[in-house]
């Protein structure tokens, strides 16, 4: 294995730096242009080189007492069952098979290796999880491969974690008959096509025993996904790149903060389990390989050590880990993430513009358009420039302005609904006017909302003496009746201590009446 990584790398770097021997400008977060202007910089995206990432990732195995040699403990070979001489034990460094010669970087051919227990405790499985770790978002560049000394696992998963660990997601099953042990039908990386490159799926490619100590890898193949958009030696880095640009999943497919091996059942030999020979049974690696680079949202051409984390050392005026922020002073404008691709084809490392009333866009598939998310200041649309329901433009303030959006403040009784009109204007009830439809015509009074006089001192004067209440209603002296007190309660034959009206003088005054009523109309429908 030691010769096959060392043979691979410089190939590796090869390929992963072809695309940098042709479109040299992409690796580079700007270049001198000249133009007919004179010189000028251009942005391209930019993003830090891949690297091997073994050197930065904590390892973390589980259960607890699942490294073999504590206490110490013999251990025989498939390759000789009968031979178990081999012993492991945890305090004596030379016979020590501890996590860390997992990344231990091997010297003068010597192989070294974590080794777990036996199965001694058949038929209840032998399971170990293997948790990688950085603390950072990273994006992987190449194949994962996984060196299994004695033996590949018959039955393994491979998860991912996005969010340090929080919570994880299966990235690909390995078995040895994926029907039988996860129900899934068994897939090749070769069989995947632009459609579904994303899928998850079982392989069986790398958990067959053949018997022979070159099978010992177990990868996770990154390249021949790339290959489908970059073609056969990933010379095409550009389709790789326009695809991960406009691809919905794809980039996010590649891409991780940590990863585990859930180690189900071990390399068996042969088709059964031997009851009478479990010395042979356990898992040992000696070589992690995670080849891959910062995820820096193509806002950083380098990522550096800093407290013993990685950190994108961000550009484009952004920061955060993975230069997932605007700095401090320009959030003006929203984050957005770089783009690979130079403009037209791309918009590369400009931003989506909320006037400063979000710091956050995201960006909508199928209408390909980035929008302001969680617009403040009472503004919303796509880039916060319209006001939220129940609030207008000031048209003398500028769009950026924190108080650009003023309340409409409608009168709840006097308005039709919250909305306002680019002036502030409220719709208004019938009989109701002002900006916030808190005020009546004339002729009309206020009482939670406007409603027409009853009376008043001019046109609807209450008869027979009554007196007005609040334009609301007569109050009529004791023998009249009737809303303006028309009426006399004398009629057919009933004693009144006061006299009535005459009957003609009656008639007259709802003569005028009636012209009273209709002139306040006649006023009140008036614009
Ligand atoms: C391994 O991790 C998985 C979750 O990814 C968990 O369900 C399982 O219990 C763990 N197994 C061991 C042996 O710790
Ligand atoms: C992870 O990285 C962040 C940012 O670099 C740092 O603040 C945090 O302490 C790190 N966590 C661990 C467990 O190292
Ligand atoms: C991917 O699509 C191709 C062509 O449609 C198909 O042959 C192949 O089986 C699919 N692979 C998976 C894993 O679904
Ligand atoms: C970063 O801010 C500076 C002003 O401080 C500005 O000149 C520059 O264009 C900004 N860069 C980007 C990529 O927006
Ligand atoms: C509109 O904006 C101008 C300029 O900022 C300000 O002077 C004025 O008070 C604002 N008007 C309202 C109604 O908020
Ligand atoms: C809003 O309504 C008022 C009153 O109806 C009107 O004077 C004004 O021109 C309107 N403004 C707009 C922008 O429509
Ligand atoms: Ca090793």
Same mark, same amino acid.
């Given at each position: 294995?030691?010769?096959?990584?060392?043979?691979?790398?410089?190939?590796?770097?090869?390929?992963?730096?072809?695309?940098?021997?042709?479109?040299?400008?992409?690796?580079?977060?700007?270049?001198?242009?000249?133009?007919?202007?004179?010189?000028?910089?251009?942005?391209?995206?930019?993003?830090?080189?891949?690297?091997?990432?073994?050197?930065?990732?904590?390892?973390?195995?589980?259960?607890?007492?699942?490294?073999?040699?504590?206490?110490?403990?013999?251990?025989?070979?498939?390759?000789?069952?009968?031979?178990?001489?081999?012993?492991?034990?945890?305090?004596?460094?030379?016979?020590?098979?501890?996590?860390?010669?997992?990344?231990?970087?091997?010297?003068?051919?010597?192989?070294?290796?974590?080794?777990?227990?036996?199965?001694?405790?058949?038929?209840?499985?032998?399971?170990?999880?293997?948790?990688?770790?950085?603390?950072?978002?990273?994006?992987?560049?190449?194949?994962?491969?996984?060196?299994?000394?004695?033996?590949?696992?018959?039955?393994?998963?491979?998860?991912?974690?996005?969010?340090?660990?929080?919570?994880?997601?299966?990235?690909?099953?390995?078995?040895?008959?994926?029907?039988?042990?996860?129900?899934?039908?068994?897939?090749?990386?070769?069989?995947?096509?632009?459609?579904?490159?994303?899928?998850?799926?079982?392989?069986?490619?790398?958990?067959?025993?053949?018997?022979?100590?070159?099978?010992?890898?177990?990868?996770?193949?990154?390249?021949?996904?790339?290959?489908?958009?970059?073609?056969?030696?990933?010379?095409?880095?550009?389709?790789?790149?326009?695809?991960?640009?406009?691809?919905?999943?794809?980039?996010?497919?590649?891409?991780?903060?940590?990863?585990?091996?859930?180690?189900?059942?071990?390399?068996?030999?042969?088709?059964?389990?031997?009851?009478?020979?479990?010395?042979?049974?356990?898992?040992?690696?000696?070589?992690?390989?995670?080849?891959?680079?910062?995820?820096?949202?193509?806002?950083?051409?380098?990522?550096?050590?800093?407290?013993?984390?990685?950190?994108?050392? !961000?550009? $484009? /005026? =952004?920061? *955060? +880990?993975? @230069? #997932?922020? &605007?700095?401090? %002073?320009?959030?003006?404008?929203?984050?957005?993430?770089?783009?690979?691709?130079?403009?037209?084809?791309?918009?590369?490392?400009?931003?989506?513009?909320?006037?400063?009333?979000?710091?956050?866009?995201?960006?909508?598939?199928?209408?390909?358009?980035?929008?302001?998310?969680? !617009?403040? $200041? /009472? =503004?919303? *649309? +796509?880039? @916060? #420039?319209? &006001?939220?329901? %129940?609030?207008?433009?000031?048209?003398?303030?500028?769009?950026?302005?924190?108080?650009?959006?003023?309340?409409?403040?409608?009168?709840?009784?006097?308005?039709?609904?919250?909305?306002?009109?680019?002036?502030?204007?409220?719709?208004?009830?019938?009989?109701?006017?002002?900006?916030?439809?808190?005020?009546?015509?004339?002729?009309?009074?206020?009482?939670?909302?406007?409603?027409?006089?009853?009376?008043?001192?001019?046109?609807?004067?209450?008869?027979?003496?009554?007196?007005?209440?609040?334009?609301?209603?007569?109050?009529?002296?004791?023998?009249?009746?009737?809303?303006?007190?028309?009426?006399?309660?004398?009629?057919?034959?009933?004693?009144?201590?006061?006299?009535?009206?005459?009957?003609?003088?009656?008639?007259?005054?709802?003569?005028?009446?009636?012209?009273?009523?209709?002139?306040?109309?006649?006023?009140?429908?008036?614009?």
């Amino acid at each position: 294995m030691l010769v096959q990584v060392t043979l691979l790398s410089p190939l590796l770097l090869l390929l992963l730096h072809a695309p940098v021997l042709t479109q040299a400008q992409y690796d580079m977060c700007r270049s001198l242009v000249s133009t007919d202007d004179g010189a000028v910089w251009e942005q391209y995206a930019c993003q830090p080189k891949s690297q091997d990432m073994k050197d930065h990732m904590r390892i973390r195995v589980e259960p607890p007492g699942i490294t073999c040699g504590n206490p110490p403990e013999r251990f025989c070979t498939l390759e000789n069952p009968y031979l178990c001489s081999d012993e492991c034990d945890a305090s004596n460094p030379d016979l020590a098979h501890p996590p860390q010669l997992m990344q231990d970087r091997e010297r003068g051919g010597l192989v070294t290796y974590w080794q777990t227990v036996t199965w001694s405790r058949y038929p209840e499985p032998l399971l170990a999880n293997i948790t990688l770790s950085w603390n950072k978002s990273l994006e992987l560049t190449d194949d994962i491969q996984i060196t299994f000394e004695y033996g590949r696992p018959t039955v393994m998963v491979l998860e991912k974690s996005l969010n340090y660990g929080r919570t994880w997601q299966p990235f690909q099953y390995y078995a040895d008959d994926c029907q039988d042990a996860f129900s899934i039908p068994p897939r090749r990386v070769q069989d995947l096509t632009a459609a579904n490159v994303t899928r998850v799926i079982c392989t069986e490619d790398h958990s067959r025993w053949v018997g022979s100590k070159n099978d010992k890898v177990v990868s996770f193949q990154v390249r021949p996904r790339f290959a489908i958009f970059a073609g056969e030696k990933l010379v095409n880095m550009d389709g790789l790149y326009t695809r991960m640009e406009s691809m919905k999943g794809l980039r996010d497919f590649f891409t991780f903060t940590d990863l585990r091996l859930r180690l189900l059942r071990p390399a068996l030999g042969g088709t059964y389990v031997q009851r009478d020979n479990l010395l042979k049974y356990f898992y040992a690696i000696s070589n992690i390989e995670v080849n891959a680079r910062c995820k820096c949202n193509l806002h950083a051409s380098q990522c550096n050590m800093v407290d013993g984390n990685l950190q994108c050392v !961000c550009d $484009h /005026n =952004t920061t *955060g +880990q993975d @230069c #997932q922020r &605007c700095k401090k %002073g320009y959030k003006a404008k929203s984050w957005k993430a770089g783009s690979y691709l130079p403009t037209p084809n791309g918009t590369p490392n400009t931003y989506c513009e909320c006037y400063g009333h979000s710091n956050r866009c995201s960006y909508i598939d199928y209408l390909n358009i980035v929008t302001c998310v969680s !617009c403040k $200041h /009472n =503004t919303r *649309g +796509q880039n @916060c #420039q319209h &006001c939220r329901m %129940g609030y207008y433009k000031n048209a003398s303030a500028e769009l950026d302005d924190e108080s650009v959006c003023v309340e409409c403040g409608c009168n709840q009784m006097g308005s039709l609904h919250d909305r306002c009109n680019g002036t502030g204007f409220c719709q208004c009830k019938d009989g109701t006017t002002g900006t916030k439809c808190d005020e009546c015509f004339p002729g009309y009074y206020w009482k939670q909302g406007c409603y027409q006089n009853v009376c008043d001192e001019e046109l609807q004067m209450c008869q027979n003496g009554g007196t007005c209440f609040q334009n609301q209603r007569c109050i009529c002296p004791p023998d009249y009746k009737g809303v303006l007190c028309q009426h006399s309660r004398c009629e057919g034959g009933k004693k009144c201590s006061h006299g009535g009206s005459p009957p003609t003088a009656t008639v007259t005054s709802l003569a005028l009446l009636q012209l009273s009523l209709l002139t306040t109309l006649l006023l009140t429908t008036a614009p």
